[in-house]
């Protein structure tokens, strides 16, 4: 059974930065890509970045591009999402997925596992 456990959500003022973890455990890490997707309140999830199961390659949608870095760790079985210049609209309940495959996937579809998701409001 394949568990994926998010953290490191909470309330930030405009302007600052978050760094969100996600633990994973099940199967072998390194084989699968990972993903980072968010739903905001009355809205679709959306995909925000992902990364291969080698880390070799990423891909951010435009919203983050310039403030968001994925990254993982396969010794500690863990997907990092660093978030820099966080505006209100980054407003969203953030989820980890991880993917039916090793490459970088984008869309819901691809990926298999979810995890329960973590909380972050930007506000003043």
């Known amino acids: 059974q394949v568990q994926l456990v998010e953290s490191g959500g909470g309330l930030v003022q405009p302007g600052g930065s978050l760094r969100l973890s996600c633990a994973a455990s099940g199967r072998t890490f390194s084989l699968y890509g990972m993903g980072w997707f968010r739903q905001a309140p009355g809205k679709e999830r959306e995909f925000v970045a992902a990364i291969s199961g080698t880390a070799y390659s990423t891909y951010y949608a435009d919203s983050v591009k310039d403030r968001a870095t994925i990254s993982r760790d396969n010794a500690k079985n863990t997907v990092y999402l660093q978030l820099n210049s966080l505006k209100p609209e980054d407003t969203a309940i953030y989820y980890c997925?991880?993917?039916?495959?090793?490459?970088?996937?984008?869309?819901?579809?691809?990926?298999?596992?979810w995890g329960q998701g973590t909380q972050v409001t930007v506000s003043s």
């Open positions: 997925a991880s993917s039916r495959e090793i490459g970088v996937r984008r869309t819901r579809d691809r990926y298999d596992y």
